[in-house]
């Protein structure tokens, strides 16, 4: 069960590593954008559609990523005082309750959406440059699809934390700044 779980999570870290050179991508848009915009006195009709694409693509293909190193914003106030066990059992409950109702409605209806626009090759007609977005329509069903491998995997969490009493350790991609700060500063404390 531990390797399907981290397998699973490998996945979602993969897939949000590569979503996020949109990052860079939108970065550079944006900049050349405010360049020949200001600078040049010539805009660009496709720069601000292909920055609403990169930045919907980084948004709907970071929530795996974000699920799988527990990042989603939680209110956790009272949660956190909970025992191990009784937090797993909450998060299982929600997760069949809420969770996955909702991305599967994403993923069949997402996937109506794209097939939609995959058959009429449709364009935005909010954009002078006619840019085609049966493309990124089709990262609608995925991302759903995604989550909910990703909810799978953080179901069986739960189950080993119902089990077991404590949490499995997640694989480790990012640490914010201030535990990376937090940890230095205890380290040259003990010394």
């Known amino acids: ?18 979503f996020g050179w ?27 559609d292909m920055m609403v694409q990169m930045y919907g693509a980084l948004f709907l293909m970071a929530g ?16 956190r005082l909970f025992p191990v066990k009784v937090q797993a059992s909450i998060d299982f409950f929600l997760y069949l309750i809420f969770f996955f109702p ?38 609608i069903p995925l991302a759903g699809g995604l989550l909910i491998i990703q909810g799978f995997s953080e179901c069986l969490r739960c189950w080993r934390a119902i089990r077991d009493g404590h949490w499995m350790e997640r694989l480790s991609d990012i640490r914010e700044t201030e535990q990376t700060l937090t940890a230095e500063n205890t380290d040259s404390a003990a010394k």
């Open 1 to 18: 069960m531990k390797s399907l779980i981290y397998s699973i999570e490998s996945l979602s870290i993969w897939v949000g590593r590569a």
């Open 22 to 48: 949109c990052i860079l991508i939108l970065t550079f848009s944006v900049s050349y954008e405010v360049f020949v915009r200001y600078v040049l006195n010539s805009p660009t009709v496709w720069a601000f």
């Open 64 to 79: 795996p990523y974000a699920l799988a190193q527990d990042s989603h914003v939680r209110g956790d106030v009272i949660y």
């Open 102 to 139: 909702g991305m599967f409605a994403l993923a069949w209806f997402g996937a109506e959406i794209a097939s939609d626009s995959w058959r009429y090759k449709e364009v935005s007609w909010n954009s002078p440059a006619r840019i085609q977005i049966y493309f990124f329509k089709t990262l």
